[in-house]
T-cell receptor
Framework: DAGVTQSPTHLIKTRGQQVTLRCSPK?????VSWYQQALGQGPQFIFQ???????QRGNFPDRFSGHQFPNYSSELNVNALLLGDSALYLC??????????FGQGTRLTVV | GENVEQHPSTLSVQEGDSAVIKCTYS??????FPWYKQELGKRPQLIID?????GEKKDQRIAVTLNKTAKHFSLHITETQPEDSAVYFC?????????????FGRGTQLTVWP
């Protein structure tokens, strides 16, 4: 079991561009949550996907959107990138009320 | 929404000593409280968790206590070792039967000196 995998591991984008990050859940998990972790801060909840629908959303603008596929994998899309979007993006997966497992994250740098 | 406060932000202890990290939460509906350890450049890893129907949980050198009335919970690490050095995050979840929306504290940088 490879656990939760995210791609790419690192990414550099220019302000105004769009980016897509990917997450494959741990085997048996059907729920994917995305978090943004700024340097020196705790992760902040962006949104959660279950049964291919956004189930919960944190306090992030509409520039942040996502998708979940039938195989439970998920994408996070960010449009019109700002310098302040530079962060580590983590996905966490779980099933029901089991513990959440985190991926290693994607380090996004916006220049 | 939920607000989780974590203290201290940095903690230095001598190898073999105990370390205690404290968190408070604001939403009385929160009922699941995990603790994560994050080493530099790595993913957060769950080290222990507690649900609201339990007051204390222990796993070898690590223990967590929960006071629902006061809305605070604490992580206790005994006999600390240099490999315990990392950033520790507390979190709270208010969803009940389904998890995943975690509210995190700002983290505690623990350094254990040999």
């Amino acid at each position: 079991d490879a656990g939760v995998t995210q791609s790419p591991t690192h990414l550099i984008k220019t302000r105004g561009q769009q980016v897509t990050l990917r997450c494959s859940p741990k085997s048996g998990h059907d729920t994917v949550s995305w978090y943004q972790q700024a340097l020196g801060q705790g992760p902040q909840f962006i949104f959660q996907y279950y049964e291919e629908e956004e189930r919960q959303r944190g306090n992030f603008p509409d520039r942040f959107s996502g998708h979940q596929f039938p195989n439970y994998s998920s994408e996070l899309n960010v449009n019109a990138l700002l310098l302040g979007d530079s962060a580590l993006y983590l996905c966490a997966t779980n099933r029901g009320n089991t513990e959440a497992f985190f991926g290693q994250g994607t380090r996004l740098t916006v220049v | 929404g939920e607000n989780v406060e974590q203290h201290p932000s940095t903690l230095s202890v001598q190898e073999g000593d105990s370390a205690v990290i404290k968190c408070t939460y604001s939403d009385s509906a929160s009922n699941y409280f995990p603790w994560y350890k994050q080493e530099l450049g790595k993913r957060p890893q769950l080290i222990i968790d507690i649900r609201s129907n339990v007051g204390e949980k222990k796993d070898q050198r690590i223990a967590v206590t929960l006071n629902k009335t006061a809305k605070h919970f604490s992580l206790h690490i005994t006999e600390t070792q240099p490999e315990d050095s990392a950033v520790y995050f507390c979190a709270a979840d208010d969803r009940g039967s389904t998890l995943g929306r975690l509210y995190f504290g700002r983290g505690t940088q623990l350094t254990v000196w040999p």
